[in-house]
């Protein structure tokens, strides 16, 4: 993956967070939707209600006016009228207060000029009704009747159809007023619709996007991790190859000190015996050359081993175990420390590529020892197990933390990338136990089988070729 592309996981936030935040401000915009026409609604009917309830009480109160003036006509005491004046007024300044706070529902220009009729009219009725309490109080009984139905009952009956028509234009003007609300609410609720519409389109488009692109960096991914995987066997494949050249050198190198460089030596050695022989026969010195024959001797000594170190031939012609054992003599000798060697279940001879590997890894192991663990014994233990062999490598040393990938020179670590390379080329596993003053164990598990199962096989796909391909052709 390239470096400044956002990962799968921020593409999907990213889509995530853009689909929310589209849902929340459409949330927040229905809602604000919503709570502003309810708003509206509340306020248009809480002035229709205080509209007709003033309305009403412009009623009431004109009703109350003119009862009062029916009583004092009626009334035969005449001191009475002052009282009955008295809340006249008082019932005219309930109506002029109702008509100070009259809001209308609808303020339209009809309904402005229809208020102000009504107040024309109260006015003109309250005068009508002082002057008839005006008039003399002794003439009262025998002229209520017709001042009750010339001046008093026209007058309220004006101002009570009045109201009623306000009233009336009030309802009108809810009416209206609610088919306009009605028509809001279809109006928001086709925009929400809609909005909903391009909320769902939006967050549907971003989920396509951040899929896709989601989808391609795992592609990308996939054709990374393919490549890497490609990389990986291609080096382990080499890994393998060089391991191969490397061992091939090796027993050819072996092969040449013992043979050329060793027998050369060994000429050598018989040369100066017969020169010994020769100088003690004409009377000369019999050490003359004492030195020389141990210093090819000890060079002699030095080939072996070196040859040995390369490649034993016990491992060719006596197997693991010999192998192994005379390492282990070899090491114990130069290294003054104790060895052991432990084996079960290798009576029959492993592959030559097993038998190679486990060697190295055992050879890898011990330079270890030799080099970092300053141990007073070590142990190696070989046992052949079902399909497998167990390698297995403990010192009593000053151990290490296995978390270290590599020691201050690295050859530490260098040994056991070496060990693990050679174990992964068999399909095996690598397990290291150690710690500061413990001690270190090297446990290798390789996948094994015998010489002789591996000759079998190679002999039965020899001989399955042909039988297979006769019965595909038909004889």
Same mark, same amino acid.
């Given at each position: +993956? ?19 935040g ?8 229905? *809602?604000?939707?919503i709570?502003? =026409?309810?708003?509206?609604?509340s ?36 001191? *009475?009228?002052?009282? @009955? ?16 706070q ?10 402005? /000029? ?14 009508? +009704? ?50 306009? +609300? ?5 109006v ?18 971003i ?52 043979? /050329? ?31 020389v ?25 006596m197997?693991?175990v010999?192998?192994?054992?005379s ?31 486990? @060697? ?6 011990l ?12 142990? =190696? ?9 167990? =390698?297995t ?27 693990r390379?050679?174990a ?9 136990e ?15 089988? *015998?010489? *002789? ?23």
């Open positions: +993956m390239q470096l400044g592309r956002p990962t799968i996981r921020a593409a999907l936030f990213l889509g995530f967070g853009l689909v929310v589209i849902w929340l401000f459409a949330g927040y915009y229905f *809602t604000r939707r709570a502003e =026409v309810e708003r509206q609604a306020e248009i009917n809480a002035r229709y209600v205080r509209a007709q309830d003033l309305l009403s009480t412009v009623r009431t109160q004109v009703l109350l006016g003119s009862l009062y003036v029916r009583d004092a006509l009626l009334d035969p005491d005449p001191t *009475t009228a002052g009282d @009955y004046r008295r809340r006249l007024e008082e019932s005219y300044q309930a109506i002029d207060t109702s008509l100070q009259y809001v209308p529902a609808l303020d339209s220009s009809a309904e402005r /000029e229809r208020i102000a009729r009504l107040r024309r009219e109260i006015a003109d009725f309250r005068r009508a +009704m002082v002057d008839v309490l005006s008039t003399d109080a002794r003439q009262w009984p025998t002229e209520a009747r017709t001042l009750l139905r010339t001046r008093v009952a026209p007058k309220r009956e004006v101002v009570i159809g009045l109201s009623e028509q306000t009233q009336a234009l009030n309802r009108s003007a809810f009416v209206e007023q609610q088919s306009a +609300m009605v028509e809001v609410y279809r928001t609720q086709r925009r929400i619709w809609a909005s909903l519409g391009v909320a769902l389109a939006t967050s549907l488009g989920v396509l996007l951040a899929t896709l692109y989601a989808g391609r960096l795992e592609e990308r991914i996939r054709r990374q991790s393919e490549k890497d995987a490609q990389n990986a066997r291609e080096l382990q494949h080499l890994s393998a190859k060089l391991l191969e050249v490397q061992e091939d050198e090796r027993r050819s190198i072996a092969r040449e000190l013992h043979d /050329e460089i060793g027998q050369a030596l060994t000429a050598i050695k018989v040369e100066l015996a017969v020169a010994q022989r020769a100088i003690e026969g004409a009377g000369g010195a019999s050490n003359a050359l004492s030195d024959r141990s210093i090819a001797d000890g060079v002699l000594h030095s080939v072996r081993d070196l040859s040995h170190l390369l490649h034993p031939a016990l491992l060719d012609d197997g693991l010999a192998a192994v054992e390492h282990l003599k070899g090491f114990a000798r130069r290294h003054d420390i104790r060895t052991d060697l432990l084996h079960e279940g290798l009576d029959d001879r492993l592959t030559p590529e097993t038998e190679a590997a486990a @060697y190295r890894i055992i050879q890898e192991a330079t270890n020892v030799a080099k970092h663990a300053h141990a007073t014994s070590c142990r =190696v233990y070989l046992q052949r197990l079902t399909n497998t062999v167990l =390698v490598v403990e010192d009593d040393g000053l151990g290490f933390d296995p978390a270290d990938a590599r020691s201050a020179d690295g050859s530490h670590g260098l040994g056991l990338v070496g060990i390379e050679r992964a080329r068999l399909h095996g596993t690598v397990q290291i150690s710690g500061r003053g413990k001690g270190t164990r090297l446990t290798v598990e390789l996948a094994a089988e *015998t010489q *002789t199962t591996a000759e079998a096989s190679s002999l039965d796909a020899a001989q399955v070729g042909p039988v297979n391909a006769r019965e595909v052709f038909g004889g």
